[in-house]
């Protein structure tokens, strides 16, 4: 289950904010658009490896921890997301995100939003390699 | 600068990696305020103010605390901007002090912090960590500074060698702290080896998650005179909170704006140092706030890291840091507080600093989404 990734965009001045305000940083503005972001650059790139192996939701269950690599992401709309990033992918590749709604974290009654991406032109590949990990 | 207040007194309970199970929050707590007030000479009785920073004390709250602790108290306050807290506590408790609505208040910071209490405070450390990070997954901010790491390195032609100096001079100060839990020496080829955390970042780079409390007694100039002993002064303290809406790329931090501020009311240059606090969750925070706050002369990064700190071993984070003595939680907002303290009353034993007079603490913390919203510094110094 995925979705193009999106950020909000002032109504009054055009600032992009992720994740979303409440009001405008740059002109108090208290009107969003949603807007498509979802290509953009990689610019670092780490593994995460866990420091407990094992680890209990604050619901109770325990999930099994492994390794997570995440990318730091700078959208072409300006905002820098943090996202799950397949293994293959370097500081300066270009790549185009998505939302992901994460089924195995979601908290009760809400949600989360988990952003993967894929390098351009092979969106598909890269979003079930990435959904496969952690 | 206050002429009105006086810090006198200050204790830190040991740090722990695995407590007894009986040993909760307000254990650690409770010993570090009981430590403070024997180290300054002053009976609970007196005490009428008291703050609190804490992840895991709810459902208490400082009030609860109090009662547990049988203080009767006309100012109470909570803070819980972590690694700002401790200093952030200070600011308010001087201004209250001076305005007279408190006379003698004890702040303190801590936290019991296993696995499953770290896992708590990161996954619901905010909302955008909650519904934005965790389901990454990522919990805790490893990974965050990894990237700020990388940026660093890159702007700075800087090296995983560079930023062992931070750690490997702290673990040479800590093997002379008994509290600190990694005390044996560690050279660059141990460092470079260690385990991999969120690359570049190794386990020597983040801080040991510890249990433990921290806590200081502040009072009036006039009631520190009667006590005759050793007490400290506070010459400046400034703070910044969301100075770049995250937007930045953090490696120029809130401190550069308030550093000119800070030294001008403290009537003091960063040159007439005798030792500093700097925040360290991670080794290029302590690189970057250094760098803002004027510690680094003529910005020679590779001087100040391989001279002035690994060879020199000039007296920063002298407890060993919160790199090597642990983190306990909120009370990593109040470590340096009480070790410049410490110092500062010449009461550090082996690792006292000679002629420590005019010490330098920072905080920093509260990542909001991609670094530390929080940014705050004092200046203290020994009084008479």
Redesign the interface.
């Known amino acids: 289950m995925s979705a193009a990734f999106t950020v909000d965009v002032c109504s009054r001045c055009g600032y992009a904010a992720y994740p979303p305000r409440i009001l405008c940083p740059a002109c108090g503005g208290a009107e969003w658009r949603r807007r498509r972001a979802d290509s953009g650059m990689v610019e670092e790139v780490t593994v995460r490896r866990p420091v407990f192996k094992r680890r209990q939701l604050p619901w109770g269950n325990w999930l099994d921890q492994s390794e997570t690599w995440l990318g730091s992401v700078r959208t072409d709309l300006g905002p820098v997301v943090v996202a799950r990033v397949p293994e293959s992918v370097k500081p300066g590749d270009r790549v185009r995100l998505h939302s992901q709604a994460s089924t195995t974290i979601a908290l009760p009654g809400h949600l989360a939003e988990a952003t993967s991406f894929a390098p351009d032109g092979a969106p598909d590949a890269a979003a079930h390699d990435s959904a496969g990990r952690g | 600068m206050t002429d009105a207040v006086a810090i006198v007194g200050a204790a830190e309970s040991a740090y722990v990696r695995h407590p007894e199970v009986e040993r909760r929050t307000e254990t650690f707590l409770a010993e570090a305020v009981v430590g403070a007030l024997e180290d300054a000479g002053i009976h609970r009785d007196e005490v009428d103010g008291l703050g609190v920073s804490s992840f895991s004390l709810a459902p208490d709250h400082a009030i609860d605390f109090a009662w547990r602790m049988g203080m009767r108290l006309r100012w109470v306050m909570e803070d819980t901007n972590g690694g700002a807290s401790g200093i952030n506590l200070l600011q308010h408790a001087i201004r209250a002090i001076e305005a007279g609505d408190a006379e003698t208040v004890v702040l303190c910071s801590g936290d019991r912090m296993e696995?499953?209490e770290?896992?708590?405070m990161t996954?619901?450390y905010n909302r955008?960590s909650?519904?934005?990070?965790?389901?990454?997954?990522?919990?805790?901010p490893?990974?965050?500074f990894?990237?700020l790491t990388?940026?660093h390195a890159r702007a700075n032609g800087l090296g995983r060698e560079d930023y062992a100096c931070v750690p490997i001079a702290q673990r040479a100060w800590a093997g002379r702290n008994p509290g600190a839990v990694y005390r044996a020496p560690m050279n660059l080829e141990e460092y470079m080896e260690s385990?991999?955390?969120?690359?570049?970042?190794t386990r020597f780079d983040?801080v040991p998650?510890v249990s433990g409390g921290d806590a200081f007694v502040l009072t009036t100039r006039a009631r520190a005179a009667r006590q005759a002993r050793p007490a400290v002064g506070i010459r400046g303290i400034r703070a910044l909170f969301n100075h770049d809406?995250q937007?930045s790329d953090a490696l120029t931090t809130g401190f550069a704006e308030i550093a000119g501020e800070l030294w001008a009311s403290a009537g003091a240059r960063p040159e007439d140092l005798d030792a500093a606090y700097v925040y360290d969750d991670y080794p290029v925070m302590v690189v970057c706030q250094a760098v803002d706050l004027g510690l680094v002369q003529d910005g020679d990064l590779t001087r100040f890291l391989r001279g002035r700190l690994l060879e020199d071993q000039w007296p920063m984070n002298t407890s060993g840091g919160q790199l090597s003595a642990g983190q306990a939680g909120a009370a990593g907002g109040m470590h340096g507080l009480v070790e410049a303290i410490t110092q500062l009353r010449g009461r550090a034993g082996e690792r006292q600093v000679d002629g420590a007079e005019l010490a330098l603490v920072t905080g920093y913390g509260m990542v909001v989404?991609?670094h530390g919203a929080c940014h705050n510094a004092a200046v203290l110094e020994r009084l008479g």
């Not at chain 2, 909650?130 to 805790?140: F, I, S």
């Not at chain 2, 385990?195 to 970042?201: E, K, S």
């Open positions: 696995k499953r770290f896992h708590l996954d619901r955008v909650r519904d934005y990070l965790a389901p990454l997954p990522l919990n805790g490893n990974a965050l990894s990237f990388q940026r385990v991999p955390i969120a690359p570049p970042l983040c998650i809406q937007d989404y991609k």
